[in-house]
């Protein structure tokens, strides 16, 4: 018999709705259930790509014994944190500050007012060295409830007073500067390994935002070594088995520090963000690479996670037919032998039981022999029981994965990517923007219940001014405008900083407050930049005011941990320099190099209803800061100049635009 979590539209909590578990999904009913029985919370939250997730689900939620306790001695509350980031925020906070590090599938006991008094992450169904079953634990958690439980509601208590103190201070107020940039990209040179690409050791994960900043960095300032660390990073990354050297698109992370092997599960917030720094890097660099990687990503995209309403689901699971990665590796016999040396695939093995996750560590020299072994093994790979696919379309992330089929389109002269992009606009606009406020998902066809949290004004804002810039429609820009309005009145501190949830959202046991980039842009950095680009477009002062403000009280963690500020040092270069306008009317030659614009945050616009184009005759180019323009332009050497455009032989002779 179905639980609770049946009418669910997360698919992670459907996956749950046979449990023998009497699960709640967060409601006040829970806590309300908690109150009236007396008993403590627990609560699980993880993603429905999340392969401990699915193990621990398997072991313990699935087990009749483990649910029959679970049900008599606590509620239960099961959480999707893609659905609920807030909820999630605050109690990965109080795991990490419990256990000293975090992870999914999360596992906290609150009272029954929400307070935290035990976290932690998987547990065992036996005991392991160093780390208690899941049976033990709980016994000792009913046990301390049973015999010492205001104890236990005091240390709840305290752990969020506790909390409170050890928030992220008030960022001093300080001043985004010249300086302060070239100091965060010091520091990342410093920490970056020259010979594996990426920042750090194992794991390896994307550093988008990151080589975001130094791709700005090196164009404003033309460091050679910024753009070396992108080149470094952008082609381990695109030549290893994280990427899918069959399908293209990114898994979530590497589990080894050379990219080769995979944590397989594939997320759109990864891709989308990725597709566009490998456009960015062919723009400054002009590599082959960057274009294909670019492209291939936006295919994938559209291939593998476009909906039948227009909106882009969440993510492939890392499992399939009951196995990590069984969808995507191979031994030589079921490969062949040429294909095996093209791909890396080895007798020994790159992962488990002799088994390869393909690589393409150099461009073969025969092109059409590659393409068609490709195509043989991905048409192998489709016969395979596939991934499962967590199908809820998130406005944050469909907001990045607009933004990157608009630029990727309008780039590469690929209309298909903006058409999709402005679909996928469409449909969030029509369905997740209900009486004025975002919803955070919807799933076939229907809007779910959680409202949107700050990235998914600033990150569909963020969307909407990319397709604005591309198809020249004005209701786009419109849209966005009104987004930010609702960031300022409900989100924004009276510092000019922003809060993660709403002032009239729900109350959790704290207010999440966090501007550091971890996987995506932090709902700060998204709107703050957002901010500065809408207010280029309209040369709305008190949007490029409000965005520098915040930027300044993010400047020491700028300078001191850009690879957790990735996207707002991004930002802060667009604010360094200008950002540029470029306003580009009736001239395609024109417009097709303006787009290669490396000038950091650079907008363009071409014809269309935008009011950079207002009042400008027709056959010229211009390039204005702040609404003061240089004089008129029709020569495109004159405009290449003006706008850092590296790309210029490309763009003149058609191979980019539309």
């Not at 190099?593 to 000038?599: G, H």
Request: with cysteine; net charge negative; glycine share 8%.
């Amino acid at each position: 018999m179905a639980n609770r979590l049946a009418s669910a539209t997360s698919p992670y909590l459907l996956q749950h709705k046979d449990n023998p578990v009497d699960w709640w999904p967060w409601s006040d009913d829970a806590f309300a259930a908690a109150v009236r029985r007396e008993l403590p919370i627990l609560l699980s939250v993880g993603y429905a790509a999340c392969h401990w997730c699915h193990v621990m689900a398997h072991e313990s939620f699935e087990d009749e014994a483990t649910a029959a306790y679970l049900n008599e001695h606590f509620v239960c509350i099961k959480v999707d944190r893609e659905e609920r980031p807030d909820v999630d925020a605050v109690y990965m906070e109080a795991t990490q500050a419990m256990t000293g590090s975090g992870g999914w599938p999360m596992t906290c006991i609150l009272t029954p007012t929400g307070e935290p008094f035990f976290c932690g992450t998987y547990f065992p169904p036996r005991d392991r060295p160093g780390m208690p079953s899941f049976r033990h634990v709980l016994e000792a958690i009913v046990e301390a409830w049973s015999t010492r439980r205001e104890e236990i509601v005091q240390a709840g208590t305290r752990v969020v007073d506790q909390l409170a103190e050890r928030a992220t201070p008030p960022l001093r107020s300080g001043e985004i500067t010249a300086e302060v940039l070239d100091a965060a990209a010091l520091v990342l040179s410093q920490e970056h390994n020259d010979s594996t690409g990426g920042f750090g050791g194992a794991p390896q994960f994307p550093p988008s935002m990151t080589l975001e900043f130094l791709l700005r960095h090196a164009a404003r300032t033309g460091s050679a070594r910024s753009e070396q660390i992108v080149a470094i990073t952008c082609e381990r990354m695109a030549r290893g088995g994280m990427y899918d050297q069959l399908a293209g698109g990114f898994a979530r992370y590497s589990v080894d520090a050379e990219w080769v092997v995979p944590h397989f599960e594939k997320m759109l917030y990864d891709n989308a963000l990725l597709a566009r720094v490998y456009a960015h890097w062919w723009r400054l660099s002009g590599s082959p690479l960057g274009r294909r990687i670019a492209l291939e990503t936006c295919d994938w995209m559209i291939a593998d996670l476009l909906t039948g309403d227009g909106g882009f689901a969440s993510s492939l699971d890392a499992d399939s037919d009951g196995e990590e990665g069984r969808y995507y590796v191979w031994t030589p016999d079921e490969v062949g032998l040429r294909a095996a040396e093209i791909f890396g695939v080895t007798v020994d093995g790159t992962f488990e039981h002799g088994r390869s996750v393909p690589q393409l560590r150099a461009d073969p020299q025969d092109h059409d022999e590659y393409a068609a072994e490709r195509a043989r093994l991905l048409a192998l790979r489709i016969t395979r029981v596939p991934p499962g696919r967590d199908d809820k379309v998130v406005t944050a992330w469909n907001g990045l994965a607009i933004a990157a089929l608009a630029e990727t389109g309008a780039l590469f002269g690929r209309a298909d990517l903006v058409e999709t992009a402005r679909s996928c606009a469409q449909m969030l606009v029509e369905r997740h923007l209900v009486e004025g406020r975002l919803r955070r998902v919807s799933r076939d066809g229907s809007v779910g219940d959680p409202v949107g949290v700050l990235e998914d004004y600033g990150d569909l804002a963020e969307g909407l001014l990319t397709l604005h810039q591309v198809s020249g429609e004005r209701q786009w820009l419109d849209i966005a405008l009104q987004l930010l309005g609702v960031a300022t009145a409900h989100f924004a501190d009276e510092d000019g900083r922003f809060f993660d949830t709403a002032d009239d959202a729900q109350r959790l046991v704290r207010r999440p407050q966090d501007p550091t980039d971890g996987a995506t842009p932090s709902g700060f950095s998204a709107v703050v930049g957002a901010m500065l680009t809408a207010s280029a477009l309209t040369g709305d002062a008190d949007l490029r005011e409000r965005a520098g403000v915040a930027l300044g009280h993010a400047a020491a963690l700028i300078r001191r941990f850009p690879r957790f500020a990735g996207w707002s040092a991004a930002v802060s270069e667009a604010l360094l320099a200008g950002p540029l306008e470029i306003a580009v009317v009736a001239a395609p030659e024109l417009a097709a190099l303006a787009r290669c614009a490396t000038s950091p945050g650079a907008v363009v616009v071409t014809d269309g209803q935008s009011p950079l184009l207002v009042d400008r005759p027709p056959g010229a180019a211009y390039v204005c800061r702040g609404f003061v323009c240089d004089a008129p332009t029709t020569d495109p050497a004159t405009l290449a100049t003006r706008v850092g455009a590296r790309r210029a032989a490309e763009t003149t002779n058609g191979s980019a635009g539309l």
